[in-house]
C-alpha cells in the first residue's frame, strides 16, 4: 500500500541554535530546523513525513506542494502583526519574513486546493487565520485576555488546561470528547476570525483553541467544500506524543489524503 506524503513547514532561522563547544553553528548561516516530534508523529500514523524548506523560489514550493498528499503547518515564531494590518507593539517575538512569506503561500495553496488534507499547529491556526483575513492578539496578557497560555512549568506532553469541543465538529468527530486535556505553549492566539472558519474549540477563558471551516465557509481564495479536511489547532498535539486522543488528529489527517 502507497503511504501518504504529508509535507511539513519548516522553522528558518539565522540564529546561532547550533553553537557549541565544536563551533559548528556560526551567525550569518540560515538553518531550516523542525522539533522531531512533528515527522514522528506523522510517521507513526502512517504517513511519510517530508520536510518543506523556505524556498527562493516560489514556483518550485508550489511543484514541492502539488507532489505531496497532506500538508502539516507546524508551530515556531511570532508571525509579523504587519500580515494582519497592525503594527508591532514591543509584545511580539523575534520576527522571520521569509516564513511568514512561504507559510501564508502554504495556507492560500491548501485552501484553493480541495484535495491536500490540512492540519495546522499552534504558529499554523494563527497563519491560517491570517490568509483568511482574520487578526490574532499580539500578547493575550498585555491585550487585556488574561494571564498568557505559555505554560513551560509542565512537560510538553502534559495536560496543562482543557478545552470545550464543540459536538458538531471534526475534531469531536476524532477525539470523541467534549472536554480535551491539552498543552500549552503560545503567548498569541486568534482575536478576528478569518472569513469562513468557525471555533470549535475554546480554553475556559475564552481564548480560541482550534477552528474549522464554517457550514457557509464560501470566501474568497477558498474552494474547500463540507468534506475537506481542515483543522487547526492552537496547543501541541505532536507533543503529546503519549497520548492516544492528540495522536487520533495526526492518524486522521494521513486518513483523509486516500
Known sequence: MKRPIIGISCNF?????FAGPWETGRMSRYYHYISENYPRSVERAGGIPLLLPVY????????ALDRVDGILLSGGNDMDPLTYGEDDRGKCGRIIPERDR????????????SEKPLLCICRGIQVLNVALGGSLYQDLEADG????????????NAVSHQVNVEKDSLLYQITGKEKLGVNSLHHQALKALGAGLRATAVAPDGVIEAVELSKDHASEGCSLSK?????????HPEKMYDDVSQQELFKALVKACD
Open 102 to 113: 512561504q507559510d501564508l503561500l502554504i495556507a492560500k495553496y491548501a485552501l484553493s486546493h
Open 145 to 156: 485576555m488574561g494571564t498568557h497560555h505559555s505554560r513551560t512549568n509542565y512537560p510538553i
Open 227 to 235: 468534506e475537506s479536511f481542515l483543522l487547526a489547532v492552537q496547543w
Open 13 to 17: 532561522d539565522q540564529e546561532d541554535i
Open 56 to 63: 527562493e523560489n516560489e514556483s518550485l514550493l508550489y511543484e
